[in-house]
């Protein structure tokens, strides 16, 4: 049976943490479902970690239509958040539009970047009834405006910005909000002021729960993993020795 996202939420008051994995496609959806992971995120990180891409900015609605409908069919239990991807959400009109055709393939809520400046688009959501997760922080979809992927949180104006966008997300009334790559002092009093389960990637070890690139935990994407996140199996050098077993026989 699905879990549903209050379920989840309430843990924020008494435990266990939230444990969250990104998924892209139907096996690992289901392999990640079956361990009992809280929650799958369908990231916008499909366009680097699976299409190959540079960054996240050339991810589109039609690809997260088509990668959350395959997470979707995979799970049985775990909610599935899914991002709306880089100009997807210019207005609260196309917002809400994009959001509705996520939930339409399945997610439990939807993602977008940003706190103050996305207010109109997050409210339109929400007022939508679909379920709401913010995303503040280090933002990927902003990586060309503000030249690189920068920690937030180290300036007094910096923690100001990070604290309203905190509370307006809250206020809003978001289930859930991701706190990516701030200042771990930083991450541990958001998560002291807001109603909302705060998930942390890249944010010390105090919020609410911690979601990673499954890929970074996996080791299947080695030409890039950030220092935060410790890899846990080598799947692609298990998969550089099957291939290699299977030539040298194919080829003896
Ligand atoms: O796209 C993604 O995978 C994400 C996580 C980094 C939180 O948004």
């Excluded at 699976?50 to 960054?55: F, S, T």
């Excluded at 958001?190 to 942390?200: D, E, F, N, Y």
């Excluded at 979601?211 to 080791?219: A, E, K, Q, R, Y």
């Amino acid at each position: 049976m699905m879990t549903s996202l209050s379920e989840l939420t309430q843990r924020k008051s008494h435990g266990p943490k939230l444990a969250v994995l990104t998924a892209y496609d139907y096996p690992t959806a289901r392999l990640l479902d079956d361990a009992g992971v809280d929650l799958l995120l369908v990231g916008d990180s499909l366009g680097m970690v699976v299409l190959g891409m540079p960054d996240t900015t050339g991810v589109t609605m039609e690809m997260m239509v088509h990668h959350t409908t395959a997470v979707c069919r995979g799970v049985t239990r775990a909610p599935v958040i899914a991002d709306l991807p880089f100009a997807s959400y210019l207005t609260p009109e196309m917002a809400v539009a994009n959001a509705r055709r996520l939930m339409d393939c399945g997610a439990a809520c939807v993602k977008l970047e940003g706190g103050v400046s996305m207010l109109p688009q997050i409210r339109a959501i929400i007022d939508a009834g679909i379920p709401f997760v913010g995303h503040i922080g280090m933002l990927p979809q902003s990586v060309k405006e503000e030249g690189g992927y920068k920690k937030k949180g180290k300036t007094a104006e910096s923690i100001d910005h990070l604290l309203a966008d905190a509370q307006a997300i809250d206020q809003a009334g978001a289930v859930a909000m991701v706190l990516e790559s701030i200042v771990p002092a930083v991450a541990t009093q958001i998560t002291a002021l807001v109603k909302a389960s705060t998930i942390g990637i890249g944010a010390g070890p105090d919020t609410d729960g911690q979601v990673l690139v499954t890929p970074d935990l996996l080791g299947s994407f080695p030409w890039f993993r950030p220092p935060f996140a410790k890899a846990r199996a080598d799947i692609a050098g298990e998969t550089l020795r099957a291939v290699r077993e299977y030539m040298a026989e194919v080829q003896a």
